[in-house]
């Protein structure tokens, strides 16, 4: 039924009767379930390595990136406010 409703969730009778099936639903269930397993326990295992990357992506971002990110914003804000004064202007 999941053709005509565009329930994802809903059982998938149209296979047929007789034929034992996993709908695609609870295929992708099982699959996100065990990649999720596997990440949990990688992430367990490996807590120091994983936590100092994160730390040295985080120095390299404020130290590299955050600069480029205010500029940018900064840009963006200077042209729409001339934006804003050009339309007022008009009318």
Do not use: D
């Not at 969730?9 to 379930?33: D, K, N, P, Q, W």
């Amino acid at each position: 039924m999941m053709r005509r409703s565009g329930n994802i969730f809903e059982t998938e009778h149209y296979r047929g009767t007789g034929i034992r099936t996993i709908s695609g639903a609870s295929a992708v269930a099982v699959a996100l379930t065990a990649v999720s397993v596997l990440a949990t326990v990688y992430i367990i295992a490996n807590f120091r390595e994983i936590t100092a990357r994160i730390a040295i992506w985080t120095a390299n971002f404020l130290s590299n990136g955050f600069p480029i990110l205010a500029i940018v914003a900064v840009v963006i804000f200077f042209v729409m406010r001339l934006k804003w004064k050009m339309r007022r202007r008009y009318w």
